[in-house]
C-alpha cells in the first residue's frame, strides 16, 4: 500500500513539474524543401553586414549565402540572442552563378570532428546531398539544408541550443578544405 501511494505521489509531481515547464519546440530541423529563386533577397542580405537577426516571436530568423564563387559562405559569423529551445530559422541562398553549396550546422566547434565528418560526407556522394546516412554522424548535426543549386534557396528551422559556438560548414567535395564554414554564436537573452 505504501508503494502505490509513493508511486501516484511520484506520478502526480511529474505531471505537476511538466505542466509546469510547458513544452519545448522539437529540437530536431524542419525544412521547407523548397529551392525558390530569391535573388533580390540574397543580394539585400550579404550587403547588410556579419550579422542578419530579426525577432519573430520568441525566435530569430538568420540569412547566410555564398561569397560570390568563392568557396565560403558569406559571413563567417552569426549570433543570435535567443533562449534555449525558442525557434531558429535559418534562410540560405545559394549566390554562386556556378556552384552548388549546403549549409550543415553542428552540435560542437570542433573542427577535427568537423573534417572526418566531411570525409564521410562527400564519401555519401551527391544522390545523398553529400549528408552521412549513418546515424553516428547525424547525431552530430542540429540542422542542414540540402544542396542547394546556384541561384535557389531553402529554409530551416530547428530548436535553439545552449549558448556557445556551433560549426556550419559546406560538404559538397573541395568546399570544406577551401575554407566553406563558419561559426554561430549562440547567447541567452
Known amino acids: ?34 529551392d525558390e529563386d530569391h535573388e533580390s533577397e540574397a543580394e539585400t542580405s550579404a550587403d547588410a553586414g556579419e550579422e542578419e ?35 531558429v530559422t535559418v534562410k540560405f541562398t545559394n549566390t554562386s552563378k556556378t556552384q552548388e553549396h549546403n549549409w550543415i550546422l553542428f552540435d560542437h566547434h570542433d573542427m577535427d570532428q568537423a ?5 564521410v ?11 552521412p546516412q ?3 554522424y547525424a547525431n552530430d548535426v542540429i540542422a542542414h539544408a540540402e ?8 529554409t530551416v528551422t530547428f530548436a535553439a541550443p545552449a549558448p556557445g559556438e556551433y560549426l556550419y560548414i559546406c560538404t559538397v567535395p573541395g568546399h570544406f578544405v577551401a575554407g566553406d564554414w563558419g561559426t554561430l554564436t549562440i547567447q541567452a537573452p
Request: proline residues 6%; hydrophobic residues 45%.
Open 1 to 34: 500500500m505504501k508503494n502505490r501511494i509513493w508511486l501516484v505521489g511520484l506520478l502526480v509531481g511529474l505531471l505537476l513539474l511538466v505542466a509546469a515547464c510547458g513544452g519545448t519546440p522539437p529540437a530536431a530541423p524542419v525544412s521547407d524543401g523548397g
Open 53 to 87: 537577426m530579426a525577432p519573430t516571436g520568441e525566435g530569430v530568423v538568420l540569412e547566410i549565402g555564398i561569397k560570390g564563387e568563392e568557396l565560403a559562405f558569406d559571413k563567417e559569423t552569426l549570433e543570435a540572442t535567443v533562449a534555449l529551445g525558442a525557434p
Open 115 to 119: 573534417s572526418v565528418f566531411n570525409d
Open 121 to 131: 560526407a562527400v564519401a555519401a556522394g551527391a544522390e545523398s546531398s553529400y549528408f
Open 134 to 136: 549513418e546515424e553516428k
Open 147 to 154: 544542396n542547394q543549386q546556384p541561384g535557389s534557396s531553402t
